[in-house]
């Protein structure tokens, strides 16, 4: 999930959220201040619903942050780094780099949300009774609807079925009985899409039967949990697929590379429309590695220029290529999927010796899926 506003790192854990978080805030903002606060407790100034629905708003992604943050510390004090939480329209992703070292771990990891969300609901009602013995009579309604909420919260999650956090206590429950960790991840993830089904069944149901606008929401929701869940059973698969095998397997070696002082006309002539690839290393005389090329940055030189303008002044800098070495395990390196220039570059002490994407990939998916081992494609050489 990608970040687009980040708040900044809290326990050393970078914090983000997805714009989509401010739409849901302004929904339940425009709908506890105009529908909920008005009509229980009535005869207040419109000012102070929207204050207190402002604040309620503010409460509420602080919950969904301690409900992410209470899986990712859990996570931590069991070994797994976490990269970084991120709150988006349907609640939050903690990035685990790892996996847990056994069931127990995920078990706890997974509970450890859920009940986060059950005790802000806890201290949401204690506060609730506290604003009723001062009559704060909207404060008190926004209060209890708070308290509802994260119970509410708590109890979705705890759905069985990936990617909920009961998917993950169905993953440790069945990976504990049956030492199987692929095996149990499969079979959280069935559960899911079976679950999300079921969601958007009921929700298509409140639609046709009530006519409520509610389902809607039930089956936007089931139908998300059931394409996360296939998503994660393609996960599973692949992973199971590669593992054992090393990046050094299946890259393309050697690789098509220009060098930084090379025109990009001669570039072009001699190497692009030869090799048919969307990016290219750039090395140094030494041979070093010194960024990437593309074809888009390629193309955005004017004609005229080509002759007199280089790779060096028109590559992607070496802080932003994907470098990773050749004894790297390929399930760890799969990011090159989504990286946006869909390439790694393999390097031994420095220099390009292999190029890693999503073709190659895809081909070590296939040959280990007919049983065979991966070995490595062929390139062309350096020019």
């Known amino acids: 999930m990608r970040q687009n506003l980040r708040l900044g790192q809290i326990a050393g854990i970078p914090v983000g959220m997805h714009w989509s978080v401010l739409l849901i805030l302004l929904l339940l903002t425009q709908g506890v201040a105009s529908a909920l606060l008005p009509v229980a407790a009535a005869g207040y100034a419109a000012a102070a619903y929207w204050l207190v629905a402002v604040a309620l708003a503010?409460?509420?992604?602080?919950?969904?942050?301690?409900?992410?943050?209470?899986?990712?510390?859990?996570?931590?004090?069991?070994?797994?780094?976490?990269?970084?939480?991120?709150?988006?329209?349907?609640?939050?992703?903690?990035?685990?780099?790892?996996?847990?070292?056994?069931?127990?771990?995920?078990?706890?990891?997974?509970?450890?949300?859920?009940?986060?969300?059950?005790?802000?609901?806890?201290?949401?009602?204690?506060?609730?009774?506290?604003?009723?013995?001062?009559?704060?009579?909207?404060?008190?309604?926004?209060l209890v609807w708070l308290a509802a909420l994260n119970a509410l919260t708590a109890v979705f999650n705890l759905l069985p079925g990936a990617p909920l956090d009961g998917g993950r206590v169905v993953t440790a429950l069945v990976w504990w009985r049956r030492g199987d960790r692929a095996a149990a991840r499969r079979a959280a993830a069935r559960a899911g899409q079976v679950t999300g089904g079921l969601v958007a069944g009921g929700g298509l149901a409140a639609v046709l039967v009530s006519g409520?606008?509610?389902?809607?929401?039930?089956?936007?929701?089931?139908?998300?949990?059931?394409?996360?869940?296939?998503?994660?059973?393609?996960?599973?698969?692949?992973?199971?697929?590669?593992e054992g095998i090393d990046v050094a397997r299946v890259m393309t070696a050697p690789p098509v590379c220009g060098y930084a002082g090379q025109p990009v006309a001669a570039f072009i002539a001699a190497v692009a429309a030869g090799h048919p690839h969307r990016a290219y290393p750039v090395v140094g005389l030494d041979g070093?590695?010194?960024?990437?090329?593309?074809?888009?940055?390629?193309?955005?030189?004017?004609?005229?220029?080509?002759?007199?303008?280089?790779?060096?002044?028109?590559?992607?800098?070496?802080?932003?290529?994907?470098?990773?070495?050749?004894?790297?395990?390929?399930?760890?390196?799969?990011?090159?999927?989504?990286?946006?220039?869909?390439?790694?570059?393999?390097?031994?002490g420095g220099r390009p010796c292999g190029v890693l994407s999503p073709g190659d990939v895809r081909r070590a998916l296939d040959v280990a899926e007919l049983g065979g081992v991966p070995d490595r494609g062929r390139g062309a050489e350096i020019l």
Do not use: C
């Open 212 to 242: 409520s606008l509610g389902g809607l929401w039930l089956m936007l929701l089931g139908w998300f949990l059931a394409t996360t869940a296939g998503a994660e059973a393609a996960d599973v698969r692949l992973t199971t697929a590669l």
């Open 58 to 142: 503010g409460l509420f992604l602080a919950a969904l942050l301690g409900h992410e943050l209470a899986h990712a510390l859990t996570a931590r004090h069991f070994g797994v780094r976490v990269k970084a939480i991120t709150l988006w329209l349907l609640g939050g992703v903690s990035e685990l780099d790892g996996n847990p070292p056994h069931p127990r771990a995920d078990l706890l990891i997974a509970l450890a949300g859920p009940l986060a969300s059950l005790a802000a609901s806890g201290l949401f009602a204690g506060a609730a009774w506290l604003a009723a013995l001062a009559g704060l009579a909207p404060l008190h309604v926004g």
């Open 288 to 348: 070093a590695l010194t960024g990437l090329v593309t074809l888009p940055r390629l193309a955005a030189v004017p004609g005229p220029q080509r002759a007199t303008t280089r790779l060096a002044d028109v590559r992607v800098p070496l802080a932003r290529v994907r470098v990773i070495a050749p004894d790297t395990p390929l399930v760890g390196a799969l990011g090159v999927l989504g990286d946006p220039y869909r390439l790694a570059v393999v390097t031994d």
